[in-house]
């Protein structure tokens, strides 16, 4: 062929890029082209911290792509009117992209290659962004699995991780295209920096640092430590291969360490088999006798939780790092969800929403897939009473109150043994920490052994119901 429109979405990488090195091996030209489609970007999914990793990302794609020959082309639009109007624009001959398994990117691939082939121009699909295909880790009778330990068997025995794909040679781009300049915003430091080049220095300093790879099974659930890699949101948009990343973590010989950073890999890749499989666990539980769960959905409660002003310091804590940083610690996250719906009484939806507003690596499937193991209406073979106690989860993870005290000053000077019990402190050592409960920092907005008992009370019935 002579030339290949090579449509970039969450593949942001030159390095072990299969769509790439395909489009190398086939075309004399490659035409690299990025579409600022209009429903994601004005999307309130959209957080300020992911559209300036996403930005970060293009502007590195782009500057590694001039090296060789090419560059990035810039579009605005529906994807399939884009597409085709530069097909027409470059008189190319096919185009090719990473399948992408959400429900709105397969409608969205489905639209375009039917444009696309009505103008008889060839359609490829490549699988890059996962290790494996959903079709490719199946039951021996062909049906998906629902249970991550007899996916993760059967994903060991049938996925082989392939060398890296070359993707040498010059793209030899035409000029004289026409490309919009990517939008211009502030840069904040606040939140992480994204980019292939990113990408890479953050895992070669996981693999090699002393706390990293190396001690992740033994230190990645406490919070102040900060222990793991940091790189979901670049493998959310590709901007690292999750192939290198395996194949690094098997070189660097860590044991049951690297085994258990590499297992959480393999969870992304259930998650994201379990949403293409049962598409409908998008928009309502995967456990469909828990949709009409009776929430209490209290608003005020709501808003004090997305703020950090629940009164439990470790929730809290999570929260407001999530609201600084678009990022936060995972341990945090089971922590969060679980308290929004086994003590909050509120709909796991709403938390899954507001963590896909405010997460850089806000992913839909792993999100979805994660407040559904929390909410137990997901997947996973243990039910609803699995409940995190707030406070024994900050003892255990956060013993020294080191992260509740980074993300809340006003608790700076509470003493150890009452920082994840604040409203505990008796009179005078309150006065010595200088916070006031119920003033400079909230008291408990629930009792949480009372919400325990609620919770299962609710569940329970909601089982039984179903039942009948």
């Known amino acids: 062929m002579r030339r290949v429109i090579w449509w970039l979405r969450r593949d942001l990488r030159v390095t072990d890029n299969v769509t790439l090195h395909y489009a190398l091996r086939d075309a004399a030209s490659v035409v690299p082209v990025f579409i600022l489609d209009p429903r994601l970007l004005h999307s309130d999914k959209l957080s ?3 559209r300036q990793f996403l930005f970060d990302s293009l502007a590195d794609v782009d500057a590694r792509l001039r090296e060789r020959g090419g560059r990035l082309i810039i579009r605005r639009g529906d994807p399939a009117r884009e597409l085709a109007r530069l097909v027409r624009e470059t008189q190319s001959d096919a185009v090719y992209f990473h399948r992408d398994y959400t429900p709105y990117a397969r409608a969205r691939d489905t639209r375009v290659m039917d444009t696309l082939n009505a103008l008889g121009v060839r359609v490829e699909a490549f699988d890059d962004n996962y290790l494996a295909a959903p079709e490719q880790v199946l039951k021996d009778d062909g049906a ?6 007899r996916f993760r068997l059967r994903f060991e025995e049938r996925v ?3 060398n890296r794909y070359a993707t040498r ?11 919009l300049d990517l939008p211009r915003i502030e840069r904040e430091e606040r939140f992480a920096r994204g980019g292939e080049s990113e990408g890479q220095k953050l895992a070669r300093a996981f693999f090699h640092r002393a706390d990293g790879l ?4 033994d230190t990645r659930d406490f919070l102040a430590r900060d222990a793991t890699s940091h790189l979901s949101p670049h493998l959310h948009f590709g901007t690292v291969s999750v192939r290198e990343l395996v194949r690094a973590a098997r070189e660097a010989d860590a044991g049951k360490q690297g085994k258990a950073w590499i297992d959480e890999l393999v969870w992304r890749e259930f998650y994201a088999h379990v949403l293409w499989h049962f598409p409908y666990a998008a928009r309502g539980a995967f456990k469909r006798e828990y949709d009409n769960i009776a929430w209490e959905n209290d608003a005020q409660k709501f808003a004090a939780w997305c703020a950090g ?4 310091p470790i929730v809290d804590a999570g929260m407001r790092q999530l609201n600084a940083t678009g990022w936060m610690h995972n341990r945090a996250r089971m922590i ?10 509120i709909d796991w939806r709403w938390g899954e929403k507001y963590f896909l507003q405010h997460l850089i690596d806000g992913d839909m499937a792993s999100n979805n897939g994660g407040w559904q193991w929390s909410a137990g209406t997901g997947t996973d073979a243990q039910p609803f009473f699995r409940i995190f106690n707030p406070l024994l989860q900050g003892v255990k993870f956060d013993p020294d109150g080191a992260y509740v005290k980074q993300w809340i000053p006003e608790l700076a000077r509470v003493p150890r043994e009452y920082i994840h019990a604040p409203w505990t402190m008796p009179h005078e050592i309150a006065q010595r ?3 006031e409960i119920g003033k400079d920092y909230p008291a408990p907005i629930v009792d949480h052994a009372i919400q325990r008992e609620r919770a299962l009370a609710l569940y329970k019935r909601e089982s039984k119901e179903k039942r009948l």
Do not use: E, H, Q
């Open 48 to 50: 300020p911290a992911r």
């Open 144 to 149: 998906p699995y629902t249970i991550y330990t």
């Open 160 to 162: 082989i991780v392939p």
């Open 169 to 179: 040679g010059d793209l030899n781009t035409p000029r004289d295209i026409t490309s």
């Open 214 to 217: 190396r001690a992740y099974r």
């Open 309 to 312: 002003r629940t009164g439990y």
């Open 336 to 345: 969060v969800a679980s308290f929004l719906t086994k003590d909050l009484l």
């Open 433 to 435: 920490a200088r916070v």
